[in-house]
């Protein structure tokens, strides 16, 4: 039996998944990280992309998260704070292609860099979304 440690990923909606978690892999700056139970202790930062991980259970969940803060404590949790997360059943697919669009068309536009960066996180956002969406297909 693996060994199990509680998971809390809590979005600005709310609380997305508070439970036993056996492996959980999110996107971080350098690439994938995955966190098994007895982590090491430290604070980190989530990218936009593809989380998931696996219950208690057995079963893998996956989500679609946005930028937010990864602690792992030395009580052996972990909590996720995100500005959202949800699951690829919960995408509109059309309004994900819509907002790549719009994303693609300011990104041509001469921008601020303000604007630059929150046309960029709008378009990883709404890739993230729509390849989550045909992973279900």
Known sequence: MATLYNLKVTACDGVFYDGDCEILV???IDGQLAILAHHETFTGVVEIGELRFK????QWHYAVIS????TVYGDGSVKILAYSCERPEDIDEFRAQEALERAQEQ????????????????MARAM???????RGK
């Open 107 to 122: 990104l041509q536009q001469k921008q601020s860099r303000i604007e630059y960066e929150i046309s960029t996180a709008n």
């Open 26 to 28: 999110l996107p971080g």
């Open 55 to 58: 219950d208690g259970e057995g």
């Open 128 to 134: 993230a979304r729509l390849k989550s969406v045909s």
């Open 67 to 70: 930028d937010g803060l990864i």
